[in-house]
């Protein structure tokens, strides 16, 4: 757990130092998490990987895990960001890029979000920032799921949230077949047959071919 802190409660860096600071130590810490685990993660160990004095990591942090809640926000910001899908006309089309920005997005964050969810289980504010996360996909699903029924593309009788979280586990387990597992797939051909599934599921007509 590292040495106790004496010193004062963090505050938030107000700075451009601070927050370089603040991020170096924030990067440091995830670089250690996705190399070495949780044996690595340390207080001390995250300082020298930043560069910074011991000290220092208690001017912006309140403890390790006050840390990794950061750093998972931070993954899951990054990954919200990726998955955005832009403004495309063609409903179809607008599943399969939403379907491969978000297995490209959990890859870059795989090794993070692996290591925090089994704490989620111990830790309320890891599972919420977990839930965020999902949230997010969710909701970006049932609003789009709403939009096709509103246009009679898509079966009336579904209800669109529990129509998304259904599909959105669909895709989010196979993500974790290729993050974690490494089976060796084709993530195109994956995108391609995640995408028809999504879509006959919901009744929206799919290109032929």
């Known amino acids: 757990m590292g040495r106790a802190r004496t010193n004062p409660a963090p505050t938030a860096p107000t700075t451009a130092r601070g927050r370089r600071t603040h991020d170096a130590l924030i990067a440091a810490g995830r670089e250690i998490i996705e190399e070495q685990g949780w044996a690595g993660f340390t207080p001390e160990a995250v300082t020298q ?15 390790k895990d006050d840390l990794l809640r950061k750093i998972v926000k931070a993954a899951a910001d990054e990954m919200i960001a990726a998955s ?33 969810e089994h704490g989620a289980y111990l830790d309320d504010n890891l599972r919420g920032l977990l839930l965020e996360i999902r949230e997010f996909y969710v909701r970006r699903s049932e609003e789009g799921i709403r939009r096709l029924q509103t246009a009679g593309l898509a079966d009336a009788d579904l209800d669109p949230h529990l129509t998304a979280i259904a599909l959105g586990g669909m895709v989010e387990q196979v993500a974790v077949i290729i993050n974690e597992l490494r089976e060796p797939l084709d993530t195109e051909k994956m995108v391609d047959h995640l995408s028809r599934l999504w879509a006959s599921a919901i009744g929206l007509r799919t290109p032929v071919g």
Do not use: W
Request: glycine content about 6%; cysteine-free; charged content about 25%.
């Open 49 to 63: 990987a930043a560069g910074v004095s011991y000290g220092t990591f208690y001017t912006y942090f309140e403890s």
């Open 84 to 116: 955005r899908v832009p403004d495309l006309d063609d409903p179809y089309a607008r599943i399969v890029e939403a379907n491969r920005r978000y297995l490209a997005a959990t890859g870059k964050a795989a090794k993070v979000l692996r290591m925090v």
